[in-house]
T-cell receptor, first 117, second 113 residues
Framework: DAKTTQPTSMDCAEGRAANLPCNHS???????VYWYRQIHSQGPQYIIH???NNETNEMASLIITEDRKSSTLILPHATLRDTAVYYC??????????????????FGKGTHLIIQP | DSGVTQTPKHLITATGQRVTLRCSPR?????VYWYQQSLDQGLQFLIQ???????AKGNILERFSAQQFPDLHSELNLSSLELGDSALYFC????????????FGSGTQLSVL
């Protein structure tokens, strides 16, 4: 799986959009970008994933650059409850993987997003 | 609430002992994954089961073992415990034999004294 680089920490004011960048310059054509977050000591929570088109769901938007070497997770109206560690993970497309199971999602150190009141 | 249930929430034991952590996946999910999270190592994938069969192995020690039962619940057994095994242990589940979208439980905090 391609390696990802994220800033260690970021601040954002409550009510503003939080834009979390992720660099994955070695991503290959069959690898998806996934975002999870982990609120302090809770289990990680799936946010969104995409291949090359921008994606949006009830939690966030995912913007992937045309060359797919980087992406941005956008939380449109951040609240204090969005304070968490956000993980960007790059992973091969599931249907193209044959044989047994996966090696499991590899969580790096992520970005600690702090929403300021 | 993710729908994944882990018990117990907290476990305190001594070095050399053996413990069993239990996980009930979301209804309908066939895959179960175990992760370990410690302060210095972050979230580490241990092992995955799909419909009762082991499908993938990560950084799981030989002292650790797991299984998935016919009712799809899973147990992680940790034996000959050491101080360094103190960590948060998470279970996750997904519908398919692939961790495209995992749902995590709230974890078991293990403290080895």
């Amino acid at each position: 799986d391609a390696k990802t680089t994220q800033p260690t920490s970021m601040d954002c004011a409550e009510g503003r959009a939080a834009n979390l960048p992720c660099n994955h310059s070695t991503i290959s054509g069959n690898e998806y970008v996934y975002w999870y977050r982990q609120i302090h000591s809770q289990g990680p929570q799936y946010i969104i994933h995409g291949l090359k088109n921008n994606e949006t769901n009830e939690m966030a938007s995912l913007i992937i650059t045309e060359d797919r070497k980087s992406s941005t997770l956008i939380l449109p109206h951040a609240t204090l409850r969005d304070t968490a560690v956000y993980y960007c993970i790059v992973r091969v497309q599931p249907l193209m993987y044959s044989g047994g199971g996966a090696d499991g999602l590899t969580f790096g150190k992520g970005t600690h997003l702090i929403i300021q009141p | 609430d993710s729908g994944v249930t882990q018990t117990p929430k907290h476990l305190i034991t001594a070095t050399g002992q053996r413990v069993t952590l239990r996980c009930s996946p979301r209804s309908g999910d066939l895959s179960v994954y175990w992760y370990q999270q410690s302060l210095d190592q972050g979230l580490q994938f241990l092992i995955q089961y799909y419909n009762g069969e082991e499908r993938a192995k990560g950084n799981i020690l030989e002292r650790f073992s797991a299984q998935q039962f016919p009712d799809l619940h899973s147990e992680l057994n940790l034996s000959s415990l050491e101080l360094g095994d103190s960590a948060l242990y998470f279970c996750a589940s997904s519908v398919a034999n692939w961790d495209e979208k995992l749902f995590f439980g709230s974890g078991t905090q293990l403290s080895v004294l």
